[in-house]
T-cell receptor, first 118, second 113 residues
């Protein structure tokens, strides 16, 4: 149990376009989802926390108008990178938290989405 | 006060040896300490976790040792295997799973045959 999926796994886009990344909890209801960004050989940097049906809480320094987060249901959260630029190229990872899995008080991570902006 | 310091940055261990990764935290309010394993191009996967009311937790070849007074905890991988080669992150958070996780900087482990 406690499986989180992300789609797409890789995406290449042109500068100026918008890209949507989906995060789904497959076998449990995720009341809270988190979005992270990871640079090569670096740790995970939390971008925002989203609760189902409410606005996301963004970390300091993260542009909320650039990284739009929607958590419309208990199994789906989306991250839209608007007007993407090469500096937005990164590995984006979501995690989900809910009552599931062998440890009911932890976050379960998706496989990540590699974004490359040309 | 939210930092979690992790060492070493990289580690090379021979097959069958013991891999040890250390972490230290500052915020005494943290009450849940998970370890994650991440392979290249993949998301982190929960490996093992501990709460500060116990000093040790073992699951298979993986053991967490926890020293509450020193605000330190460590991961021991016994009988290390080449398949254990990955990046390991310690983390600290608050109970409930709905709180944001503070990650360590990561340790890249390479187990050589």
């Amino acid at each position: 149990g406690a499986v989180v999926s992300q789609h797409p796994s890789r995406v290449i886009c042109k500068s100026g376009t918008s890209v949507k990344i989906e995060c789904r909890s497959l076998d449990f209801q995720a009341t809270t989802m988190f979005w992270y960004r990871q640079f090569p050989k670096k740790s995970l940097m939390l971008m925002a926390t989203s609760n189902e049906g409410s606005k996301a809480t963004y970390e300091q320094g993260v542009e909320k108008d650039k990284f739009l987060i929607n958590h419309a249901s208990l199994t789906l959260s989306t991250l839209t990178v608007t007007s993407a630029h090469p500096e937005d190229s990164s590995f984006y990872i979501c995690s989900a938290s809910g009552l599931a899995g062998r440890d009911q008080e932890t976050q379960y991570f998706g496989p990540g989405t590699r974004l490359l902006v040309l | 006060q939210q930092q979690v310091k992790q060492s070493p940055q990289s580690l090379i261990v021979q097959k069958g040896g013991i891999s040890i990764i250390n972490c230290a935290y500052e915020n005494t309010a943290f009450d849940y300490f998970p370890w994650y394993q991440q392979f290249p191009g993949k998301g982190p996967a929960l490996l093992i976790a501990i709460r500060p009311d116990v000093s040790e937790k073992k699951e298979g070849r993986f053991t967490i040792s926890f020293n509450k007074s020193a605000k330190q905890f460590s991961l021991h991988i016994m009988d290390s295997q080449p398949g254990d080669s990955a990046t390991y992150f310690c983390a600290a958070t608050f109970s409930g799973g709905y709180q944001k996780v503070t990650f360590g900087t990561g340790t890249k482990l390479q187990v050589i045959p």
